[in-house]
C-alpha cells in the first residue's frame, strides 16, 4: 500500500479521498489553486502545494503541474476525483511513464470509454444492447439531420467527448435540428475542445440506472449493484439511489452481468459506472435497457452504493491501484437497506437553475449519524466563485427501506440552512415528499412534470421568512443600540427588564420579499413584539440572534433559522429555504426601470456572449429569447420578462460581460412602437 497519494481535486471530493487515506493512516497532499487558499480539503490535508490561478484550465486541469507537485512531495500516487483529469487518457500515460500510480483504469480502457462513439461500437462488440442511433465519424450537418430522419424524432445530440450534461440537446421536429446542432457543437467545443456529435434515439420517460463495477489487475470484476439517477435537471443528476426502486433481483442480475462484460471487454482496472438508460414504458424489463456510456471513475454519487454494501469505495480504489487483489468476490457482497443522495447546489431553481455565487454567510449541514451523512467542501464564511461547479454538499441518507429512508431524507433537508445564497434545498424537500417520487414512479423528465407542484408558490413559507426577517430587524437595532449605551459606560436603562426604546411606539415597514412589497407593522408591547401585514398578526417572544443565528416564537410556534444584513439586503433563511428581502428602511440605489415601463435585461453572471437573437427596435413577447450568454460552461438563454420593444441593444456575439452589465433594454409596446 502507499505511503503518500496526491489528492488532484478540490471541494468535497477531495475532502472524501483525504477522509479515507487518513483513516488508513497514508499521508494525503492536496493541490490547489490560488482560488482555493486556506478551503476545507486544503486544511484537512497533510501537505498543501498551490498549483496555480483559479482557473481549472490554469491549475486543475494543468497535468505538468499536478505531475510536478506529485514528484515535490514524493507522493507515490494520484487520486484524481471526478471530473478535470479523472478520464484524461494522457495524463493517466504521463503518470505511468514518470512513475507515480495514477488511481484508476489503464490510457487504453480510459480511451476506450472516453469517447461516446467509440464506447458504443466497443459495447456492441461486447454484445452489450446500446441506444440505437448514429455514431459515425461523418459530422456534415445535413448527413447527420438525414441520420435524425432515419432514427426517427425526438433525437437527442450528444458531444461524443461530453459529461456532465453539456452538449446535449432534444430534438422533437426535422426544422429544429440544425439549429440545435449549432448549440450542441458550441457547447462541445466550449467544455470539451472537440465538437464531435453522435445521435441518439430520445427515449421518453426513461429511467437512468447505472451499475458500480470494480476489477482488479488479476482478472476479476464484480458489480456493487445498480443506483437510480433518474431524478435529473438539465441532463445532470440531482437525486441518486440505491437500490433502484422496484428492481427485480431477475433485472438487476442482468444488468449486472452486461456491466460486468463491458469493464471485462476493455480490460478495465479499478471503479467504474456502467450508465444504462431504461425504457420503463412497460415497467423495468430486462429486454429493455441500453448501455449510454461508462464513467471511468468514482462518481459523485458512490455513497449511495457505498451506505448499502458497507464498504469504502475509496478504500478499493487504493488496494485495487497498489496491486491487491478485490477484497470481495460476488457471492459475498450483500445489499443491505435503502440510501438516497441529493445533491445540493448553489442555484436558483425558479430562473431555470441558474448557479448563484457570492459568499456563504452561514452553512448548517445535519448532523451526521447512523443514517445521516454529510459530503462537503465548504464551511460558513467561504465563498462559491464562478469558476467551479455550484455545488455545495451531498446529503447522504440510509435506513432499511425506502419509505423510511426518505422520511430521513426530509428530516435531514429541514436542517440544512444556506445563508446567503440561493439552493435547491427546499425543492429537493418538496421531491422528498412528493407522492409520485414516494410511490417510486421516477423518470428523468420527473422534474419538468411535476413542476407546478414543485415551483408552486407557497404563502406559509413566505410568512416565516418575513416575520424571521421583522424578528431579526429589531433585534439587531436592539443589540445595535445595546452596544452604543455600553461604550457611555452602565447605562442604567440596561438594569431595566423588559425595557425597549420604541415601548408603544407604532412603526410601518415596506419590506420587498421576491417581487412583492410586504407592508406590516411593527408595536412593542412589554416583552411581546406585535407584528400585523393586513388581516394577518402575529405575537412574537422570546427572540435571540447569536451570529446569524435567530431564534423565536412566532404565535407560540418555534422558529429557529438564520439571519444577517448586508447593506441593504436582509438574507433570511430557516429549514432550507434562503431569502433575501429589502431592508425597509436603509435606502438602495433603486432600479426604477419597472416604474418606467421598462426591463433591463443584465448578466446574472460574468461570461461571454455567445449569441443576440433579437435585433434593435424588434417587437417581443413574454418568453421570446433575447441573449444567450455563457457562463460556467453552460449555456444560459436571457428571455423578455415581457411584451415590448427592444429599445436598447448593447450585447454584442463574442463579447465578455461582467455581472450586472446591462446586455438590453425593452419598453413597453405602446411606447416603442411609432
Ligand atoms: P456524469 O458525468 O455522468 O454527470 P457525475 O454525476 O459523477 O457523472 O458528475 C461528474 C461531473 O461533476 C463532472 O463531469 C464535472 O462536470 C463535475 N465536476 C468535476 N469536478 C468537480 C468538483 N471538484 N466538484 C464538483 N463537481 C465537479
Ligand atoms: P453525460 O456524459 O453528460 O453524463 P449521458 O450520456 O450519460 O451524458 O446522458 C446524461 C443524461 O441524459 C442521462 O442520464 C439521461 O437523463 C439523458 N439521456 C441520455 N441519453 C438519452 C436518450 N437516448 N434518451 C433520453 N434521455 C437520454
Ligand atoms: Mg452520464
Redesign the pocket.
Known sequence: MFDRVLVANRGEIACRVIRTLSRLGIRSVAVCSEADRGALFTRLADQVIEIGPAPARESYLRADRVLEAAKQSGAQAIHPGYGFLSENAAFAAQCAAQGVCFIGPSPSAIAAMGM?DAAKVAMEQAGVPV?PGYHGEAQEPELLAMQAARIGFPV?I?AVA?????G?RRVDRPAEFLAALEGARREAAGAFGDERVLI????TR?R?IEVQVFADRHGHAVHLYERD?SL?RR?QKVVEEAPAPGMPSEMRAVMGDAAVRAALAIGYEGAGTV?F?ADVSQGLDPERFYF??MNTRLQVEHPVTERITGLDLVEWQLRVAAGERLPLDQAQLNLHGHAIEVRLYAEDPAQEYLPQTGPLLALQMPAESAHVRVDTGVVSGDSVGIFYDPMLAKLIVWDLDREASARQLRKALAQVEVLGLKTNAALLARVAAHPAFLAGDVH?GFLSEHQAALFADDAARDERTLVLACAGLLETRRQKAACARGASGVSPWDALDGFRVNEGRQESWCLRLGDAPRSVSVRHEGDTIRLREGARAWQLRDVTLEGTALSLLSNGERLRGHYAERGADLHVSFAGHSDVLEHPWVERARDRSAERGESVIKAPMPGKIIGVLVTARQRVSVGTPLVRLEAMKMEHTLKASMDGVVSELSAQPGEQVEAGGTLLVLKASEEGSP
Open positions: 461516446k441506444v437527442l450528444k461530453g459529461g456532465g450534461g453539456k446535449m441518439e434515439k430520445y427515449l426513461p437512468h439517477c435529473q441532463h450508465e438508460i449510454m456510456e428523468t
